[in-house]
């Protein structure tokens, strides 16, 4: 999400006339703060409402009663107890979590789905109201310019944010957790998050399992990446002041002390089952890719990209990369079926007017290609009809000697266009977390087999289930998986 400079430099302008010595109210001592209480909480107000816009919040009324009653809790517990807080679960894949000034909490289905107990979910929560009673975003927003001012929204880690194929797209907090004033504020929201998680009764180690979910997705990434041939997403330096053998982090978590009740809750089972069928990845309104395909059911089409080329879902076209990233392929709405495929052709292609186009047909749907030189590199360029609506499909290479390589793929790629049918309407449902109960038999290698997870499905139910690199599961106990 790109920070909203606009209305944040307006508040801004207005407590800038305002500067005034507020007490903070973690440490008691005076505190060089511009923004009133009041500013504060309308600042969140504001944004709050642009935040439930651009990822929706998730139409699951249970669980979101779920997560304010725990988030509620522990708010009470905090040092700032007589703000209105808020706790919404937001729909999107992504992994991450996030507060606005005045206590607005937000946290996503995406990472929800790789907590495995209430206390770890209080856990996030709890880091997050960390940032919102050490008026983290206030003080930052107070020290702060037009170009780093996306600091009003705190993430739980330094939101490399992902789009659905996993890529990194923005990164919303700027600099300034760059910066060593940011890695303080992580440090003191996780003392202060391990604080309220033991005065709500929670083991405040859970802190300390939130961080490994975070660590290991890192781990993750680089099996991945290194599976797909590709250099493993760029996550900022925050995790190296993160990880959970770091001995500040420890201290900082033993110094919560012992939770208020001598029984420690984690609520393992009760978690899972309030989570039990929750959408998983993609949320199909936005197309979703299984394995080399993408489905769209809104516009009704489906289309194969080649095999082992990196798919990349962005909101107005899909992409992909081959291994070796010299050659991109593209999907995209090239507007409304107008005339012939030829015409909306050469209209999109300009420049190369001159280029010959030929005529042919894709599954029984009207469609026109021809070769060109864009940006100086040898592409394939082709527009088809489907209903009312013209899409174009690109597919380009770093030179010609790597499209000759490549073009049996493309063209392969090209001619799987077709409109989507009954039986591919369902691949494009969306995919749902479960909770199962494991057998003495059951293995995560046996669960891959017929994971719509992909290649690195193994792997990746086990860190969906706190067993990551090599854990198994364990008879009896519940497991999550996804259908
Ligand atoms: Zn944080």
Redesign the pocket.
């Known amino acids: 999400m790109k920070p909203k400079i606009s209305t944040i430099i307006s508040v801004l302008a207005a407590a800038l006339t305002l500067a005034n010595c507020a007490q903070n109210p973690v440490t008691g001592n005076p505190n060089f703060v511009t923004m009133s209480e009041a500013q504060e909480v309308q600042t969140g107000q504001q944004e709050d409402a642009k935040v439930r816009k651009q990822y929706g919040v998730y139409d699951n009324p249970a669980l979101q009663q779920y997560v304010n009653e725990v988030g509620q809790k522990l708010a009470r517990n905090s040092h700032r107890p007589g703000l209105r807080y808020s706790f919404v679960v937001v729909d999107s894949p992504e992994i991450n979590?996030?507060?606005l000034p005045g206590g607005y909490i937000y946290i996503t289905r995406g990472i929800m789905a790789y907590l495995n107990s209430e206390a770890e979910l209080a856990g996030v929560l709890g880091?997050?109201i960390?940032?919102v009673t050490a008026r983290?975003s206030v003080q930052q927003l107070s020290a702060s310019t037009a170009a780093n001012v996306g600091a009003s929204l705190?993430?739980?880690?330094v939101p490399a944010l992902r789009n659905q194929a996993g890529d990194t797209v923005v990164n919303l907090l700027g600099n300034v957790?760059l910066s060593g004033y940011g890695r303080e504020?992580?440090l003191e929201?996780?003392r202060l998050g391990a604080q309220y998680l033991a005065r709500s009764g929670y083991d405040p180690q859970a802190m300390l399992k939130v961080i490994g979910v975070l660590k290991n997705q890192e781990l993750f990434d680089a099996e991945v990446a290194k599976s797909e041939n590709r250099q493993p997403r760029a996550y900022h330096g925050?995790f190296s002041s993160h990880p959970d053998s770091d001995t500040r982090l420890r201290q900082t978590v033993a110094e919560a002390g012992k939770p208020a009740s001598d029984a420690t809750r984690l609520d393992q089972e009760e978690f899972l089952r309030r989570i039990d069928g929750m959408v998983f990845g993609d949320n199909p309104e936005q197309g979703v890719i299984r394995n080399d395909s993408f489905y769209h059911t809104g516009l009704g089409i489906a289309y194969a990209f080649p095999p082992g080329w990196r798919i990349r879902n962005f909101p107005d076209h899909v992409a992909a990369t081959s291994p070796t990233n010299d050659a991109l392929m593209d999907l995209r709405s090239a507007g409304p079926a107008q005339g012939t495929p030829a015409e909306v052709l050469r209209k999109m292609l300009r420049a190369n007017a001159g280029s010959e186009i030929a005529l042919t047909t894709i599954n029984g749907l009207a469609a026109a290609s021809t070769t060109v030189n864009m940006q100086g590199k040898p592409s394939r360029a082709t527009v088809v009809f489907l209903g009312k609506q013209a899409y174009m499909i690109g597919g380009q290479a770093r030179d010609a000697q790597v499209m000759q390589r490549v073009l049996t793929e493309i063209n392969t790629s090209v001619a799987s266009f077709r409109a989507l049918g009954d039986a591919e309407r369902k691949l494009a449902q969306p995919l749902t977390l479960k909770v199962m109960n494991a057998s003495k038999d059951t293995t995560f290698a046996e669960l891959a087999r017929n994971s719509p997870l992909g290649k690195n499905a193994v792997s990746h139910l086990r860190l969906i289930n706190g067993l990551y690199p090599t854990g198994e599961p364990l008879t009896g106990l519940s497991l999550k998986v996804i259908e």
């Open positions: 979590a996030f507060a880091h997050e960390g940032h983290h705190i993430g739980i880690f957790l504020h992580e929201a996780d925050l």
